[in-house]
Each structure stands twice: as structure tokens, then as C-alpha cells.
């Protein structure tokens, strides 16, 4: 293989891996594009067009990667191989009953599922053991191939290792949103272990959504679609990008509020492929400056409002609901007489946060900032949306309390047409409580032992110092704080990408080589699988019938899929199941006591139990008709019942939804009772109503040390933010943030060659900027900082405010010969592992400069091909 591909000197002799590799793909049917002819090779020739000779089957599948979607999706499978897919077309699509379509990334899943980087079979590192673990050599060794059994006893006696040397605490454990497989209940049997915790997609609101009041960090937050489409006039939307974070359905229930008339409003660095799609008046901000344009428009809201009182803010929402706004409505918890409409009017710090003040921090004309305010008046009807990008950065812990208050001040919330919530998941406004819903799988929830949990942007060096700051994972508790000592021996990636995904690449790389042993249970040869010693092959939710035995969570508040086997497992995947069963038996433990039953009878159980909305909306009952005719020819424990729709019919669909209309009995307006009650429906806070100031807030951020917040909302200049980069001579004076990009969820389906070619990656640069510095569109450009430096094909445009670059978040590394440089334009590769407030994972915002490259010009990276290991050449 020429080159290398995710770290110093990562090489594989081909010839020796495809010599024990051949028979395995053999005998799956599949082989690479680098030998043989078999059926992955012939789907890949064929794309979506099927001979009239090959008869196959639809059957409902998995479309399991995060980016918020839940599309529907199907495989047509023929001779056992899945050679195309398509989306939902099982009913005609209205308002009403809208059809579920997927985007490009679920209409590519069959091309990770054959993807020649596919981990087939257990693996392990040529020069590992636990004697002599050679951790210098990861990255750089050659593999081989074991059989399951050693394979698990590897990591068994891996594990014992750890365990004996610095007890379960020494396991590091990171998972796909810690515990979205039930492989976590084996772990949590044998002793339990110490996870990652990551603030991920939504930023300080997964760790503060809650002390503001807001439940499951501000997600499903909102009114209800249709109320959005009938009666919101304006939509404010702020970090939000769904047509490339959430390409399907979501964009559909907004677009009906578009054909209304509603107006649009996109808060931003640039004007977006949303922004563009709903033709959006564009509100631009600098990245890490939205708390300042946020102060701007409450303080700009009150000026307006002094003409005419109660015209633009709602002072009886603001007086009945809310406390810490003034001197008059300080919360009993208050340590201070301080308050925000004091520190609005600068009385603390004497400046005043008028739209002149916010505008000289955040790049926003002030007569936008004077519009924008007006239009947020408590005489419009108007939806407030965020996502969580603006949240993914260092110092941003005051924005989901200052977002929710500004929210508050205009009285939009808890009324028809206005709103203050999270477009992400329930994008378009597709929130309230679920109409319909699985059942329980059946398998008991056994805790974690062990108390330890390392924050995410702290993990890799706390790996190599052995020790790390400790906070409850409740995070609300300021007591709970304390300075750890941990050794860490093992790490264990499971169906997570982490060393690509946590911040801080270069030193995760450091940190994977220093500990005895590091696991990877995926099923793609990732970044951090290429940083591994021993590989556990899993088998996709294409590949057993169960999808929601692992991931039951909420799926869309209107419907739900019931995903079906698609394909028989690939080479020697396992289930995570089966893999849990038998590392238990290992240790002596019965697999019983953790898994009492079958994926298979799991994923039954859940349609057994699944429930859906009564017709007049107050209660629930059976989804699904289940006779003992059913129970007779399945062979799965359960009992007769009548529901809606027939087991055979829901298995051959794989999808209930819940028709709407006007006027029915499922609509939502998110706090309306707390609104019209606060006294009877009090808000989830310290105070029982909406907090301006929060002394929780405060003390719990305030007792981490990273940083001094006050318990209302206030400007504090970002860890490697606007200031920073404008003063004179600094040598990185571009903010660089990373948004969600159309081709990835995360770095999921970055190895789909496809997906590659259609989306491919750049850099996005101002266009006056860029062309400054002798730089056109194409052009290869050399991004660099302090802490690492990348190559990217430049996209120039006017759509990005000046000052500014948009690397995409989610590439996998690809180093170069001498480890210098990357050449896939890695977000986390160029971000040092530095966290500031509540511990937020800020990826989306670091600083940079850039330069033409003077070198050969980059390839298109749909010309670099991915072999069978994953390495790229």
C-alpha cells in the first residue's frame, strides 16, 4: 500500500491480509473492489437499476446513524444481497400524513454495510500483547486475523488485567451515547467501568438545559408542527442548518409555514443551504459572539418598548412567570441583589448592552440588530428555533438560559404560534408527547458500579496525567466536585468513533498509546479501530432482527419503525449481544441474569408492547393485533391482543404512523399550562418559574474552576474567540467553526465513496479574504494553527461572513508521509484539547489562518479508495 492513512506510519501488507481475508469474504459473498467478483462488487456496478430477471423482496431497514432524521428507509434484497434502497412511499404525502423520506445519507447505508473497510472477522495487532502491549507501534503495525474465541479471550484476560492493576475504574468506556447498546449491561455486570461523558450534538445544553428548566436537553422542545405551519408569522431560527443536519421530513413541515407566508429568519455566520431554502433574511454573526447579539436584542427590546409600554415586551409573562429579571422578582435562592435588567442597562459594569455595543463584538449590522428586535415583539407570532451549534463552543454556558429569557421577554412561549425550543430531532416543530410508541424490550437495566465519569474534552489528557476533574453526571450538584486520581488500562471504544470524535486528536492519539490495551467493537475500520489492538467485528441493524432491543429511544412524535433483518451478518459479525453472552461466561456469570432472552423475542417485545394514541387523545392503547395463530408461528413468548394494525402487516411496512389534521386532539403548545399556571404547573427550576438569574447555574459551572459566571446572563469573551483573533498582529485571526456537514452524521458515512463525490468537502472561505491571499475557488490551501495544520480545496464565497473559515466537522485524518500535515481537513485534528465553563466538548470554534499550498494539489477525496482495512490510498 503506498502511503499511510490515520497515523505515523500506519502501513498493511496487502498481499498477507488479503491472503487470510479471501475465504471469509468468500464464503459472505462478498469481496472488495480490490479482488474477485462477488455480490458487494455487483451492487456496487449496478447501482439502482435491477435486471428484470432478479426477482428480490422490499424489507423495512435500519437507518441508524444521529443526524436527527429518523427517516424511513428500505433495502431491495436479491440472492440475500440488499442492491438498492429507497425511502417512504407507503402512503400518498400530505400535510396530514406526510411521507417519512430519507436523505442521501440513509439512501447510502448499503454502501457502509458493503464497504470494503468492513471489519469481517475478530482481529489483532500484529505486535500486542498484554505482556509486551508495544503501544508505540499502534497506527503503525500490521494486523491478523484470530478466531472469536481468542479474540474474546484476548479481552477477557485484558480486562482482568485492568481490573486487577487499578480496579473497573481503570476501563475506559465510550460508547455511542453511553449505553445505546445493550453490550453496557455485560460491561456493568462484570464491574462496570468509567465512561466518557460528551456534551456531543448539543453542546452546554446537555449539560444545562436542565438548570435552566429545560427538559432532555432542550430536545422535543416546542409546539407542534401543525401550529407552527398555521399560526407561526415569523421563524427565527438560530445555528440551525436542517437541510444538511436533517435532510429529510423535517424540512417538509417547514416549508408548509413557507407556503403560508411565514418569514424566515437564519442567525449565523453564513447564509446556509437552509437559509436559502426558505428564502431567509439573514442575521449574521460571528462564531462565539451569539451571547453578544443576544444582550443586544434584550437590551434593544427594552429601548423599543419605552414608547409604548407592553408594545414589544410582555411584561404580565415576564412578572406571573419568571423571576430575576428585575430587583422586584429576585428568587428567593439569590446570593446577590444583582439582576439582568441591571446589567442590561450596564449599572455594573458601565456599559450598556445596546445594539451599538453587541454589533462592535459580533460583526451584526445595527440595523439589523434594531430590526430583529422589533420583530421579536409580543405582538408577533413568533417561533424562536435553535439547534445546538452555536452551543458547541468554549464560553457559551449562559445561552441556554439567555436564549429561553430573551424568548421570555417577547412572550413567545406557551402560546399558539410562538415558541422557544430545539429544532433538532423534532425538527419543523414535530414535538409534544409521542402519539405512538415501542414497548420495553424486556431486559433489566443494571447500573454502573463505578462512580467515575471523565468529561469528554478533558479525556485524553487525563489518560496521560491520571487525573481528571470529577462532576456528578446530574451536573447540579456543586458538592460533587473534586480532583480524582484514575489510571486508565484500557480503552474501549464500542460503537463509537472516539478518538476521531473527541476534541484533541494528536494527544487522543498519544493517550490510545499509552495504556496496556485499546478494544474497538465497530464495524468499520476506523480511526479509532487503526489505533486499536483488538478488533470485535459487530453486525449492523441491517443484519438481525432487534434494532430496538439496543436503541429504544424516541424516534418522531407522529411514527415509528419497526426495522426488519435485512441480510444475513457480514463474514464473522457478531451481535453485541452475543458477544456480551459470551465474554460473561469469561468471567463465570450467566448470560441469563443480564440477557434473559433472544435479540429476536427483544425486538418482539417491543412491538408486543408498543402503544399508540386513542382517537380522542386522552390515553393510549395496543398497537398491533397479535393472535395465537401469531404467538404459534413465531415461536415467541407473548399473549393475544388487539390492536390497530396486524403483526404481518406492521412487519411488512415497518413503519405505524399517526395521520393528522386540523383542529384534532393531538396538538401541543410546549408550557401552555405553565403559561396560563405557573403557579400549578411549575417550571423544572430551583424558583418554579423561568430563572434570569440562577444561582445553580452559577455555582455548579463556577465549580469546575475552568471559569467565573455570573447567575444571569453576561458577555465573557470566548477561549479562543473574536478578541482574540482581532487584535492587532495576531497571528491566527480567523475564526474557524466546523458545521454538520450534508455528506456525515458526525464522522458516521465519511467512508461512502458516493457520498464523497457528491459532497466533497472544503473549505469554505470568504471570498475578498481568500482572494487576498492569492487564493481561488479549487485552489489547495494549507489551514494551520499553533496546534496542527491540514490541506482542503477552497470553496469561495460571499455567503460567509469576512473573518471567517467552515472546515466541516466529521473527516477522518488521513496524516501524511512525515505526520505533518492532514489531508482529509480533520475538525478535531486541529483543535486542542481545551474546554472552558461546564466542560463543553468546543469543536465548532477555535482560530486559524491559511495559506495557498504550495505543494501538489490535493486529490478529490472520492479519488482516494478505501481497502479492505480502511486505510485510504
Not at 280 to 297: E, H, Q
Not at 367 to 389: G, P, Q, R, Y
Not at 856 to 863: R, Y
Request: hydrophobic letters at 35%.
Amino acid at each position: 500500500m503506498q502511503g499511510k492513512t490515520f497515523g505515523p506510519d500506519f502501513k498493511v501488507s496487502r498481499k498477507s491480509f488479503l491472503e487470510v481475508t479471501a475465504a471469509a469474504m468468500a464464503s459472505a459473498g462478498l469481496l472488495s473492489s480490490l479482488g474477485g467478483c462477488a455480490e458487494g462488487e455487483k451492487m456496487a456496478k449496478t447501482g439502482d437499476s435491477i435486471p428484470p430477471q432478479e426477482e428480490g423482496e422490499w424489507k423495512p431497514a435500519a437507518c441508524w446513524l444521529n443526524c436527527g432524521g429518523n427517516c424511513y428507509n428500505a433495502a431491495y434484497v436479491v440472492d440475500g444481497v440488499a442492491v438498492r434502497q429507497k425511502s417512504d412511499d407507503l402512503q400518498d404525502d400530505s400535510m396530514e400524513y406526510p411521507q417519512q423520506r430519507g436523505c442521501l445519507r440513509g439512501r447510502s447505508i448499503r454502501h457502509m454495510v458493503y464497504a470494503p473497510d468492513r471489519i469481517r472477522y475478530p482481529m489483532k495487532r500484529k505486535g500486542w500483547s498484554l505482556e509486551n502491549p508495544n503501544g508505540e507501534q499502534r497506527g503503525k503495525d500490521e494486523w491478523e486475523r484470530i478466531s472469536w474465541d481468542e479474540a474474546l479471550d484476548l479481552v477477557a484476560a485484558a480486562m482482568k488485567s485492568a481490573i486487577e492493576k487499578g480496579g473497573n475504574r481503570s476501563i475506559l468506556w465510550s460508547c455511542w451515547g453511553y449505553g445505546y447498546t445493550n453490550m453496557q449491561n455485560a460491561i456493568n455486570k462484570l464491574g462496570g467501568c468509567t465512561p466518557i461523558d460528551d456534551t456531543g450534538s448539543a453542546g452546554t445544553y446537555a449539560r444545562l438545559a436542565a438548570v435552566a428548566g429545560l427538559p432532555m436537553q432542550d430536545m422535543y422542545q416546542g409546539n407542534d408542527r401543525l401550529d407552527i405551519a398555521q399560526n407561526a408569522d415569523t421563524i427565527v431560527m438560530i445555528g440551525c442548518n436542517p437541510a444538511w443536519a436533517s435532510a429529510g421530513a423535517p424540512n417538509w413541515y417547514l416549508w408548509q409555514a413557507k407556503e403560508r407566508g411565514a418569514q424566515f429568519i437564519m442567525i449565523g455566520p453564513s447564509y446556509n443551504e437552509t437559509a436559502d431554502l426558505y428564502d431567509a433574511r439573514w442575521i449574521r454573526v460571528r462564531p462565539n459572539t451569539d451571547t453578544a447579539l443576544l444582550l443586544g436584542l434584550a437590551k434593544t427590546m427594552l429601548e423599543l418598548d419605552e414608547a409604548d409600554k407592553g408594545s414589544v415586551v410582555d411584561w404580565d409573562f415576564l412578572n406571573r412567570c419568571c423571576v430575576g429579571f428585575d430587583s422586584d422578582h429576585m428568587p428567593a435562592a439569590a446570593k446577590t441583589n444583582e439582576n439582568f435588567f441591571a446589567y442590561l442597562r450596564g449599572e455594573y459594569d458601565d456599559e450598556p448592552k445596546t445594539a451599538e455595543w453587541a454589533s462592535e463584538i459580533c460583526g451584526t449590522p445595527i440595523e439589523d440588530i434594531k430590526w430583529l428586535a422589533e420583530t421579536l415583539s409580543c405582538e408577533n407570532n413568533v417561533s424562536i428555533m435553535h439547534s445546538f451549534s452555536f452551543t458547541r463552543r468554549n464560553d457559551t454556558d449562559d445561552i441556554p438560559q439567555l436564549l429561553l429569557c430573551l424568548g421570555a421577554m417577547g412572550g413567545h412561549i406557551g402560546k399558539p404560534g410562538n415558541m422557544t425550543g430545539s429544532v433538532y430531532h423534532c425538527a419543523g416543530g414535530n414535538n409534544g408527547s409521542q402519539l405512538v410508541m415501542h414497548g420495553d424490550p424486556g431486559f433489566p437495566a443494571i447500573d454502573n458500579p463505578v462512580t467515575d465519569m471523565i468529561n469528554a474534552a478533558d479525556a485524553w489528557n487525563s489518560v496521560l496525567s491520571g487525573r481528571y476533574l470529577y462532576q456528578s453526571a446530574a451536573f447540579a450538584d456543586p458538592s460533587t466536585v473534586e480532583e480524582r486520581d484514575i489510571e486508565i488500562n484500557l480503552i474501549w471504544n464500542c460503537w463509537r468513533n472516539a478518538l476521531q470524535t473527541v476534541i484533541g486528536l494528536e494527544t487522543g492519539i498519544e493517550a490510545f498509546r499509552s495504556v496496556p490495551c485499546v478494544i474497538t467493537q465497530d464495524y468499520n475500520f476506523n480511526v479509532s479501530a487503526a489505533y486499536s489492538d483488538i478488533l470485535l467485528p459487530v453486525s449492523t441493524p441491517w443484519e438481525y432482527s432487534g434494532y430496538y432491543t439496543y436503541y429504544s429511544g424516541k424516534t418522531s412524535r407522529e411514527w415509528t419503525t419497526f426495522p426488519s433483518k435485512v441480510i444475513e451478518p457480514v463474514g464473522e459479525s457478531k451481535t453485541d449481544q452475543w458477544i456480551g453472552e459470551e465474554l460473561l461466561k469469561r468471567f463465570g456469570e450467566d448470560p441469563l441474569s443480564v440477557y434473559p432472552h433472544s435479540v429476536e423475542q427483544g425486538m418482539f417485545n417491543t412491538i408486543q408492547g408498543a402503544m399508540v394514541i386513542t382517537e380522542d387523545g386522552t390515553g393510549y392503547e395496543p398497537l398491533v393485533t397479535i393472535t395465537e395463530d401469531d404467538l404459534a408461528k413465531l415461536g415467541f413468548e407473548g399473549k393475544p391482543q388487539q390492536g390497530r394494525i396486524t403483526y404481518d402487516e406492521l412487519i411488512k411496512q415497518g413503519k405505524f404512523q399517526v395521520p393528522r389534521k386540523a383542529g384534532d386532539s393531538y396538538g401541543f403548545i410546549q408550557f401552555e399550562a405553565f403559561r396560563n399556571d405557573p403557579e400549578s404547573n411549575p417550571f423544572d427550576t430551583v424558583s418554579g418559574k423561568i430563572e434570569f438569574y440562577s444561582q445553580l447555574k452559577a455555582d455548579a459551572v463556577n465549580a469546575m474552576g475552568r471559569s467565573a459566571i455570573k447567575p444571569y446572563p453576561t458577555y465573557i469573551p470566548a477561549l479562543h474567540g473574536y478578541e482574540e483573533a482581532s487584535k492587532e498582529g495576531a497571528p491566527y485571526p480567523f475564526q474557524m467553526y466546523n458545521p454538520h456537514y450534508l455528506r456525515r452524521a458526525h464522522t458516521g458515512f465519511d467512508n461512502v465513496p458516493q457520498l464523497r463525490e457528491v459532497m466533497p468537502n472544503p473549505v469554505f472561505l470568504n471570498t475578498s479574504d481568500a482572494r487576498a491571499k492569492g487564493i481561488e475557488t479549487g485552489d489547495t490551501v494549507r489551514i494551520f494553527n499553533d496546534y496542527a495544520s491540514c490541506l482542503r480545496q477552497a470553496s469561495l464565497t460571499e455567503r460567509l461572513m469576512p473573518g471567517c473559515v467552515a472546515l466541516p466537522h466529521g473527516t477522518w485524518l488521513d496524516l501524511a508521509e512525515d505526520d505533518s500535515i492532514d489531508m482529509s481537513g480533520s475538525d478535531n485534528w486541529m483543535i486542542a484539547p481545551e474546554t472552558s465553563g461546564c466542560g463543553v466538548s468546543g469543536y465548532n470554534s477555535n482560530l486559524v489562518n491559511y495559506e495557498k499550498w504550495q505543494g501538489a494539489d490535493l486529490a478529490a477525496d472520492c479519488e482516494k479508495h478505501y481497502n479492505p482495512v480502511g486505510g485510504i490510498e
